[in-house]
């Protein structure tokens, strides 16, 4: 199971970085999604590295955040600048079935890490 962290109370305009600690699996194998989910929304996609390094961002987030990983830590990081108020939400990191702007999959969550942007 993953296990993310870095999550908190941070004001509009400001910064974050995420962690998502891979576990049971090489991120050369995966793909690995940053999903969150805002209170009484769906969760979504926002950003996915795939086993061979390539990134996506959804358009909301794109210019923003930055994904990027470190293999010998098995650790994927969501760098995320210039917050807004509707950044807030549990993020979650999950490893992605196919190709990484699809965002599937396998419905298996960790606890998430709290994101709450407010002044």
């Known amino acids: 199971q993953n296990v993310e962290s870095g999550g908190g109370l941070v004001q509009p305009g400001g910064s974050l970085r995420l962690s998502c600690a891979v576990s049971?699996?090489?991120?050369?194998?995966?793909?690995i999604g940053w999903f969150r989910q805002a209170p009484g929304k769906e969760r979504e996609g926002v950003s996915c590295?795939?086993?061979?390094?390539?990134?996506h961002y959804t358009d909301n987030v794109k210019g923003r955040f930055t994904i990027s990983r470190d293999n010998a830590k098995n650790t994927v990081y969501l760098r995320m600048n210039s917050l807004k108020p509707e950044d807030t939400a549990v993020y979650y990191c999950?490893?992605?079935?196919?190709?990484?702007?699809?965002?599937?999959?396998?419905?298996?969550w960790g606890q998430g890490t709290l994101v709450t942007v407010s002044s």
């Open positions: 999950a490893p992605v079935v196919g190709i990484c702007s699809g965002f599937e999959t396998l419905d298996a």
């Open positions: 049971g699996i090489s991120l050369h194998s995966v793909g």
């Open positions: 590295i795939s086993s061979s390094g390539t990134t």
